[in-house]
């Protein structure tokens, strides 16, 4: 009985808000507030689960990627914004195009009828041409030959990984990202934070603090308006930090990006290059301060995820992992590739294939839709979340086998479990408020024996990749 007591308080204060209401929940703190720890009472016993995998893909939705996927709720075809019904098209991963994904994009996808902006949402909007931008200058790649390119799904030879990892495990088929805006970003920040300190879109130029003051975000009032720039450097505190504190390790798998100038965080605030001489590190730990230009970033961050291939089999494993992909393996439009489930199946073998499979959980998440349609309205439970539907995949020795998990989920469900495991305390309202996975195992089972997932590329194709200077997202 997962902190029974406490659960049901948060639960009951939940329902309607997970149920598509009109008001935040009532009790839950804002945002960018630490809830109340005064109430927080850790798990005691042992702990069957040791390690945490969270891989980490780009800009799909639940129904694009796992259209058909039996006993998840997909659909065929969509709506557009006059009614009209639009049957959706198969479009593969290698696009060289892409389509709007920022608050203004949720709002005309969305479609909603509330006094809020964003709720009540349709799920209409979908069809608007200023998602894809092909109007305008600046956009050579748009499809052609596609009337509503946002209405589409992935073919099934392409996610036969993604189908045989569900087959295997559990896909949560209600998972949503814990902010509205579509911006990798932001969605970053909630995956190590809880929160990004009500920041809004994304930066115009530096992805972390040595941008320099001059970079900047907007941030958003409580009635999803757009409110005043901040510095695009937060100091607020991360699992990062609660692992630390708690004696645990972690390690945030990522690649360099830009020109190959030295690393941004690699000294003291001000003295790394400038946003036009090296887009910097792909980590949500480069907006971080205290992590940016403290110990951690040289012990944790490593700059060359691909290294994870070689580091688990050879007994390398921290407690908590985050693992983000280049650009041509993030499944991302515009990226021109399709070897994401490759990469993925290739990470997960890893683990599988290693002494560290029997006290191991993976899970593998998308950090935005991307604007692919997807049918199922989000809540609204706060100024800047939900945001709109995407894929999860549970993947353990104590994973139910087969399962589509129904469960209300978002990107505090994820901390939620890691602070349940090892006693760390919550972040912020995301994790507060956000459903425990707890549906998705059966931890009195013996752990399962790991059968590996084909691809058509393995290991040594990404141990011989060449690099990819491109950041998976500019957003």
Known sequence: ??????????????????????????????????????????????????????????????????????????????????????????????????????????????????????????????????????????????????????????????????????????????????????????????????????????????????????????????????????????????????????????AYYTYPVGSGAPDPCNGSPGAGPTYSESNGIWSAYQAIDHICYGPDWKKDVITNATQFLTDVPSGKLATVTWITPTCKNSDHATCGGNTGPSWVASLVNAVGESKFWSTSAIFVFWDDPGLWYDPEPPAYVDYDGLGFRVPLLIISPYAKKGVVSHTHYEHGTILKFVEDEFGLHWLAASDHRANSPDDAFDFTQSPRKFVPIKAPYGKSYFLHQPPDPRPPDDN
């Open 1 to 250: 009985m997962r902190r029974l007591s406490l659960a049901i308080g948060v639960t009951m204060s939940l329902l309607c808000a997970c149920k598509g209401g009109a008001s935040s929940s009532p009790g839950v703190p804002a945002v960018d507030r630490q809830p109340d720890q005064a109430a927080y009472q850790p798990l005691a016993g042992p702990k069957k689960i040791q390690h945490v995998i969270i891989i980490v893909q780009e800009n799909r939705s639940l129904n694009n990627l796992f259209y058909g996927y039996p006993g998840a709720k997909t659909v065929t075809y969509g709506y557009g914004s006059k009614g009209q019904k639009i049957t959706l098209k198969p479009i593969g991963l290698a696009t060289t195009w892409d389509v709007s994904h920022n608050y203004a994009a949720f709002m005309t996808a969305c479609n909603g009828t509330g006094t809020m902006p964003g709720t009540h949402c349709r799920m209409n909007g979908f069809d608007s041409k200023t998602l894809w931008n092909c109007d305008q200058p600046g956009f050579p790649h748009c499809p052609k030959g596609i009337e509503y390119p946002t209405y589409s799904y992935v073919p099934h030879d392409e996610t036969a990984p993604y189908f045989s990892m569900a087959k295997q495990y559990v896909l949560a088929d209600q998972m949503y990202a814990s902010n509205f805006d579509i911006s990798s970003f932001v969605s970053h920040q909630y995956i190590i934070a809880g929160q990004a300190s009500r920041s809004v879109n994304y930066p115009e130029d530096y992805w972390g603090c040595p941008g320099g003051k001059g970079d900047q975000i907007y941030t958003l009032t409580q009635d999803r308006q757009y409110s005043k720039q901040i510095p695009v450097c937060f100091d607020n505190k991360t699992l990062g930090d609660e692992l630390d504190d708690a004696k645990l390790s972690w």
